[in-house]
Nanobody
Framework: QVQLVESGGGLVQAGGSLRLSCVDSGILFRINSMGWYRQAPGKQRELVAFISSAGATNYAESVKGRFTISRDNEKNMVYLEMNSLEPEDTAIYYC???????????????WGQGTRVTVSS
């Protein structure tokens, strides 16, 4: 069953902006931490931004000051606002529901299918 679906990727020139969206079809969205990850060709997948269930955020050094992660618990959505994009930001971006515990049950992590972002120089 579909649980996380990303959208908003595309081709943009360096210096431009994109907004990625991720909708979570799960019923416990508000208790889960969420993350945006990316994987560039030939590189390992890396954490880009993280937001806890309480709204605390954390960013990779390479995107600090340029990217903003946010969430809307009413809509089960998490967003990644990306500004001042650089060619080095080119990658497939994945939304992830982090693993969690709820009522004694382990909720395993869930990944979306990814959305491609290409930044031209």
């Amino acid at each position: 069953q579909v649980q996380l679906v990303e959208s908003g990727g595309g081709l943009v020139q360096a210096g431009g902006s994109l907004r990625l969206s991720c909708v979570d079809s799960g019923i416990l969205f508000r208790i889960n931490s969420m993350g945006w990850y990316r994987q560039a060709p030939g590189k390992q997948r890396e954490l880009v931004a993280f937001i806890s269930s309480a709204g605390a955020t954390n960013y990779a050094e390479s995107v600090k000051g340029r990217f903003t992660i946010s969430r809307d618990n009413e809509k089960n959505m998490v967003y990644l606002e990306m500004n001042s994009l650089e060619p080095e930001d080119t990658a497939i971006y994945y939304c992830k529901r982090e693993a969690n515990w709820y009522s004694g049950n382990y909720l395993q992590e869930v990944w979306g299918q990814g959305t491609r972002v290409t930044v031209s120089s």
